[in-house]
C-alpha cells in the first residue's frame, strides 16, 4: 500500500496536478482547490488500487479544517494527480472510511 506521507509531501509543495474530470467534480460539487489540500493533509488512505485503469492510485479520506469530509483518489508518486473526489454518501459509507 502506498505511504500516505509522500503523497501529502507533494500536496504540501503544490507540486500535484488535478485532472480535468475532477475539476468537472469540484465544479458541480462546489469543491474549493484548499478543501482538497486540507483534507488530503489531514486524510489516510482507506483503499488501495495498484491495478487502476490508468495508473496505480488510492483512495484517502479527510476533513477539511471546517469539517467536511471528502473522498480524493490520487494517483500514486511521482506524478500526484487528483483523479476524482466527492464528499462520501453515508448510505454507503461508515464514518466515511469503511464500505457498507
Do not use: F, N
Not at 24 to 31: E, L, T, Y
Not at 32 to 58: A, F, H, N, Q
Not at 72 to 90: A, H
Request: aromatic share 8%; charged share 35%.
Amino acid at each position: 500500500m502506498m505511504e500516505i506521507g509522500k503523497i501529502q509531501e507533494i500536496i504540501r509543495k503544490r507540486k500535484y496536478r488535478i485532472s480535468e474530470h475532477a475539476v468537472k467534480r469540484m465544479i458541480q460539487r462546489s469543491i474549493e482547490r484548499y478543501e482538497v489540500e486540507e483534507s488530503t493533509l489531514s486524510g489516510e488512505i482507506i483503499e488501495d488500487y495498484p491495478d487502476d485503469k490508468y495508473s496505480p492510485s488510492c483512495l484517502i479520506y479527510g476533513k477539511t479544517i471546517e469539517g467536511k469530509s471528502l473522498h480524493v483518489q490520487v494517483s500514486y508518486p511521482p506524478k500526484v494527480v487528483v483523479v476524482t473526489l466527492y464528499e462520501p454518501d453515508t448510505v454507503e459509507w461508515i464514518d466515511g472510511r469503511i464500505r457498507r
